[in-house]
Each structure stands twice: as structure tokens, then as C-alpha cells.
């Protein structure tokens, strides 16, 4: 299991075998994801649709888009 150590300043190097299975190249922006009670890295420079089965699959029924339309107008009503 590839491993790395925390320096003084809070940066550790992120081992090669790491980078070249997430496709990270110099520049890349990670994020760290609190999931299941671990942080997960993930490349934030990757399609949204990486994420597709993330949270697990979605029990409940259909939803349309005017039935989510109406729900986020509904919330940032709330919020306001």
C-alpha cells in the first residue's frame, strides 16, 4: 500500500503509483471527501460523472425535472 509522510508545512507527496491511477499530472487540484467515516482524495479536475454510484444507488421513485425545478425554487425560497 503506497504511503507518504507529513512534513512540517502540512504537504506530504503523493506516491507515483497514486498519481498515475488518478491521472494527477502537475497543476492537478485534488479534494478530500469525508466519506464512511475516512477522507477519500479524489481528482477535482474530473467529469461530475466519475461521481455516478458515489453515495451508493438511488432507492427512490423517479423524479421529473419540473418536479426538481419546483424543489430548488421552493428551497431558495426558504433560504431567503
Do not use: H
Amino acid at each position: 500500500m503506497p504511503s507518504a509522510t507529513l512534513t512540517s508545512k502540512g504537504q506530504v507527496t503523493i506516491p507515483i503509483d497514486v498519481r498515475n491511477t488518478l491521472g494527477l499530472q502537475t497543476g492537478s487540484r485534488v479534494d478530500f471527501v469525508w466519506r464512511d467515516g475516512v477522507y477519500v482524495l479524489m481528482p477535482s479536475t474530473r467529469s461530475v460523472t466519475r461521481l455516478a454510484g458515489f453515495f451508493g444507488p438511488y432507492e427512490g421513485p423517479p423524479v421529473s425535472v419540473e418536479q426538481m425545478n419546483d424543489d430548488v425554487a421552493a428551497a431558495m425560497g426558504a433560504s431567503s
